[in-house]
């Protein structure tokens, strides 16, 4: 097998060259001026480090965002599954609690008709605001229920190789993963304190902070890539208060 594919390069470069030695004859023949083609040629020669490190450079950067594409594909995949199984479910039970949720959820009230501009308007707002979680004692089992189940599942994900390259989305499901811990650690909700709920929903916080941003950076790659899973995921927005996957005539 390298036997022949030294033999088919071997053939490629002599090919090569007798086509340029036969241009150069052709050349020659009609010229007949050899010293300016052996000047042609000295110049040309001297240039080719030159050539090289050009399409070298351009070459490996060409390869570096093909190779930064196809990660970012990957990462989008389990980004998916990670919303459908987890972040969704979340995203609904926590926006329930957060202070002042109306004006969030009409400020993400996402249709099929927004454009960058509208992600990027959303990304701005969430940066300059300071959502804050006020869950109550009582809702607090049932969320415990259901991200104590999921615990195996943000495990696997934190295994996953690819998504420790996403420092955003790693920093989402370290503080899933520690919300899950002190929900865990913790037998009954009955009479807890006010400092220890304070607590709770400062970890329900920052998740929901980290949660809120990455779904609208995942939404805005559905609109961008896949606009029929787009589709969808508007019909089933968490953010909207009865979501309806059913698509009805305008």
């Not at 030159?50 to 930064?68: N, P, Q, S």
């Not at 609690?97 to 959303?122: C, I, P, Y």
């Not at 902070?209 to 089933?236: C, N, T």
Request: charged share 25%.
């Amino acid at each position: 097998m390298l036997k022949k594919l030294f033999m088919h390069k071997w053939w490629t470069v002599s090919a090569l060259f007798a086509i340029s030695m036969a241009l150069y004859s052709i050349d020659f023949s009609i010229f007949g001026n050899l010293r300016e083609i052996s000047a042609s040629f000295l110049g040309n020669l001297a240039f080719l480090p030159v050539y090289i490190i050009v399409v070298t450079l351009l070459f490996e950067r060409v390869l570096r965002e093909r190779e930064r594409q196809s990660v970012m594909r990957k990462l989008n995949m389990v980004i998916g599954v990670f919303f459908s199984e987890f972040g969704n479910h979340l995203l609904k039970e926590l926006s329930v609690h957060v202070v002042g949720s109306e004006e969030l959820k009409n400020r993400l009230r996402m249709t099929g008709s927004w454009k960058k501009q509208d992600f990027d308007t959303a990304l701005e707002y969430l940066r300059h605001s300071n959502q804050k979680i006020s869950i109550d004692s009582d809702a607090l089992p049932c969320l415990k229920q259901f991200m104590t189940e999921k615990r195996s599942f943000l495990l696997s994900l934190l295994e996953n190789q690819n998504l420790l390259e996403h420092e955003n989305f790693t920093d989402l499901l370290w503080a899933a993963f520690h919300t899950v811990e002190e929900l865990e650690a913790r037998e009954s909700f009955d009479r807890i304190p006010p400092s220890d709920k304070e607590h709770i929903n400062g970890d329900l916080k920052r998740v929901f902070g980290h949660l809120i941003r990455e779904w609208i950076i995942y939404m805005q790659h559905l609109k961008e890539d896949y606009p029929y899973l787009f589709s969808l995921a508007v019909r089933l927005n968490p953010m909207i208060d009865s979501p309806d996957p059913v698509v009805y005539q305008d």
